[in-house]
T-cell receptor, first 111, second 112 residues
Framework: SQQGEEDPQALSIQEGENATMNCSYK?????LQWYRQNSGRGLVHLIL?????REKHSGRLRVTLDTSKKSSSLLITASRAADTASYFC???????????FGQGTRLTINP | ETGVTQSPTHLIKTRGQQVTLRCSSQ?????VSWYQQALGQGPQFIFQ???????GRGNFPPRFSGLQFPNYSSELNVNALELDDSALYLC???????????FGSGTRLTVV
């Protein structure tokens, strides 16, 4: 079963706009990770945020984590056509030995 | 430093057959996890191998089994294939006790 819920399920925006995706989860976590997947291929790790962190940046990516609400958001600024992909959040619970993924958000960037 | 390599990339099998998928872990990693991703879904954890032993298992039947070798590479075996086993199978390597996983490109299995 999936731990997380991602919102929205699909998002279509114009190139240059910002894209925001949200993730909610159910249990206590050690960290939360975001991955990108192009056309059913492998997962590419984007960013990891630990449970004691509230915000993290990497290039055009900004991730926030609110452990009291059990939620996270991924912001992609100044989107490009190459950002078109599915984005997944995954939680890593302490001692769980596994990642639990959400259903993903399909992001389409229109040129 | 090499990444995670999976083989084959695509595979078509008949219902009832058996299949073996292979994964080479990233250099420096000692743990391998396997995930099944059905079309339109997020990946689901199958199991993890560390020190050549199963180190955690998801909600998958016993016909899903695995191995880890001394060089940390791994195999996923699925017996008595069913149509619902059609999916992308992803392997991820990691270092036990450290954060972060590196995923391979996956094996697309189609059962007909």
């Amino acid at each position: 079963s999936q731990q997380g819920e991602e919102d929205p399920q699909a998002l279509s925006i114009q190139e240059g706009e910002n894209a925001t995706m949200n993730c909610s989860y159910k249990t206590s976590i050690n960290n939360l990770q975001w991955y990108r997947q192009n056309s059913g291929r492998g997962l590419v790790h984007l960013i990891l945020i630990r449970s004691n962190e509230r915000e993290k940046h990497s290039g055009r990516l900004r991730v926030t984590l609110d452990t009291s609400k059990k939620s996270s958001s991924l912001l992609i600024t100044a989107s490009r056509a190459a950002d078109t992909a599915s984005y997944f959040c995954a939680t890593d619970a302490r001692g769980a030995q596994k990642l639990v993924f959400g259903q993903g958000t399909r992001l389409t960037i229109n040129p | 430093e090499t990444g995670v390599t999976q083989s084959p990339t695509h595979l078509i099998k008949t219902r009832g057959q058996q299949v073996t998928l292979r994964c080479s872990s990233q250099s420096g990693h000692n743990t391998v996890s396997w995930y099944q991703q059905a079309l339109g879904q997020g990946p689901q954890f199958i199991f993890q191998y560390y020190r050549e032993e199963e180190n955690g298992r998801g909600n998958f039947p016993p016909r899903f089994s695995g191995l880890q070798f001394p060089n940390y590479s791994s195999e996923l075996n699925v017996n008595a294939l069913e149509l619902d086993d059609s999916a992308l199978y992803l392997c991820a390597s990691s270092l036990q006790g450290a954060d972060g996983y590196t995923f391979g490109s996956g094996t697309r299995l189609t059962v007909v």
